[in-house]
């Protein structure tokens, strides 16, 4: 059986009320326009064998969003990286060439932590 065919059922297996119906949520949000996302990068290595990466967190919006935003962060800089779960590594110390890029464009409540 293929994954698509599965229902997305959060961890419930099984309900003893007989009138239970599983009513799902929408996750996705719509993506916040870039003046009112709170972007914060840092620098970690937790976990990583002692790589460094930038981490971009605070990305409010669909994940196409944060893929798309996480292609042109990995390309400015020049290295690798992924984004998912609302964060983006960049692989390596890119903390001020992500900064400048995201100050340039538009995204004005970016911080350096």
């Known amino acids: 059986m293929s994954k698509k065919n599965i229902p997305d059922n959060r961890g419930f297996v099984y309900s003893t009320d007989p009138n239970f119906s599983f009513d799902r949520q929408e996750e996705d949000q719509a993506t916040l326009p870039p003046a ?21 967190t605070g990305f409010i919006g669909t994940d196409a969003d944060l893929q798309e935003l996480g ?7 020049g290295s690798g990286g992924s984004a998912k779960d609302g964060e983006i590594l960049v692989q390596g110390d890119h903390r001020d060439k992500v900064l400048q890029w995201l100050l ?6 970016s911080k350096k932590v």
């Open 104 to 109: 340039k464009n538009g995204y004005t409540n």
């Open 36 to 56: 009112q996302q709170k972007l914060r990068i840092l620098l970690d290595k937790k976990q990583r064998a002692g790589k460094i990466v930038s981490l971009i």
């Open 71 to 77: 292609k042109k962060l990995k390309g400015i800089c």
